[in-house]
């Protein structure tokens, strides 16, 4: 089944440690993203990509970093520079950048303490 | 900068009546509005979008009406079923640009 994965679904990691979050989606989509959701709020994006070896930032890319050095794969590395981490993580693909309908996975649950 | 909203954090629907879910947007320069379905620990999922030189569209028992005169998009949900609980998301998107989501509704149906 075609599809995009993150893992893993909880994450438990110590203040001042640097973590990455893996996304994959075997959809042949070009376009990958990564949104923040906090508790009872919308959908932030984080970065952006449009092509393999292509990001952009979003809206809150500082403390965040990413690779595309795959077409299938996007993970997102949350820095100690994030200064308030603790967050629902949500990875989505779709065909393109401009394509309104986007396939996300079932996101990653940081917690740090 | 541009934004998103809606005008309901919560709404409770019984269960075969219909539901009307209502978003307000501020850039009316974006091209298509978007509405996902986001149920509890899962990510968002697709359910309808609407191009900007339409005023409604329709799916499977749900519609999506655009005025643009008011900046205002609605999603309505026909026959609520406990199924349809959930977060539900207005979005838009301005081609190229990334897709700006509002901050939700919570549907919850009565059974």
């Known amino acids: 089944d075609g599809g995009i994965t993150q893992s893993p679904k909880y994450l438990f990691r110590k203040e001042g440690q640097n973590v990455t979050l893996s996304c994959e989606q075997n959809?042949?989509?070009?376009?990958m993203y990564w949104y923040r959701q906090d508790p009872g709020q919308g959908l932030r994006l984080i970065y952006y990509s449009q092509i393999v070896n292509d990001f952009q930032k979003g809206d809150i890319a500082e403390g965040y970093s990413v690779s595309r050095e795959k077409k299938e794969s996007f993970p997102l590395t949350v820095t100690s520079a994030q200064k308030n981490p603790t967050a629902f993580y949500l990875c989505?693909?779709?065909?393109?950048?401009?394509?309104?309908?986007?396939?996300f996975g079932q996101g990653t649950r940081l917690t740090v303490v | 900068g541009e934004s998103v909203g809606l005008h309901l954090p919560t709404l409770s629907v019984q269960e075969g009546d219909n539901s009307i879910i209502n978003c307000a947007y501020s850039n009316s320069a974006s091209d298509y509005f978007i509405w996902y379905k986001q149920e509890s620990g899962k990510g968002p999922q697709f359910i309808i979008d609407?191009?900007?030189?339409?005023d409604k569209r329709q799916g499977q028992r749900v519609t999506v009406l655009l005025n643009k005169t008011v900046k205002h998009l609605s999603l309505q949900i026909a026959a609520t079923q406990p199924g349809d609980s959930a977060v539900y998301f207005c979005a838009e998107s301005g081609g190229y640009q990334k897709v700006t989501f509002g901050t939700g509704t919570k549907l919850q149906v009565i059974p």
């Open positions: 989505a693909s779709s065909r393109a950048v401009m394509n309104t309908e986007a396939f």
């Open positions: 609407i191009r900007s030189n339409m």
């Open positions: 959809l042949n989509h070009d376009a």
